[in-house]
């Protein structure tokens, strides 16, 4: 739901709540709407009345997991699927998603690197550190792909980034789905970085199947690590106060402004 304040004018994110809060509200409406919004993102909606009161009383707070909740969300799935987890990694990737909630897709990445890198069946911390982490593995991933491609294709994977990552104002990247068809002309590339587990595609009505990457962690990294002569990075699309104000690509190393409109 963060979306609509991330990648939404003004006057349309007015125009949306406007429109479900009259369905919500009309006599004897049987509408009743769900929504997911971001904690760092709870305030938007309040701003807007008076769907910021329908807000208010119907909010249900999902708190972060607890320690034990974690453990178990790691340690249960690789014990059915035949697999066994050590004490040492169990209790690190605990202390990591206590201090980052939000790394949980992160986190699956991260176990099913682990699962290929663990021919015995056993997940280990050596091996998790040597793979960099949870956002290491997800950077020695996307660096590792990225390079295998052509000066062409790395291009493409820029603008394909570009569609889906904005930051806002307050600089923190945030996903932004894209439609199979709004991503046509990348459709090779997406399969690839899908198969790598670095972009989702979600089944959707009519088929659209909307893309997106597996998490905010991945709008930060850089593909080219400190010894690499490449620093590309991902490209970026800055949203000031709910506009697309234009977009700043990393390239080579510099930051390349463009305007345009959106």
Known sequence: FEELFTLSPEAEQRGFLEGITHALTVPDSRLRVVATLRADYYDRPLAVQPFGSLVQDATVTIPAMLPAEIEAAVVEPARRADRRVERALAAELVAALATEPAALPA???????????????TLSLAAYRALGGIEGAI???????????????????RELFERLVVVAAEGEP???RASREELQGSAELVDRWAAARLLTRRRAAHDQRPVDHVGEGLGRVRPGGAGSRERPGIARRRVRGGHHSGRTIRVGGRERRQHRAL
């Open 107 to 121: 986190l699956q990445f991260v176990l099913f690197e682990l699962a290929e890198h663990s021919p015995d069946g």
């Open 174 to 176: 945030t996903r932004r």
């Open 139 to 157: 950077a020695s991933r996307a660096e590792q792909l990225y390079l295998s491609l052509d000066d062409a294709d790395r291009g493409e994977v």
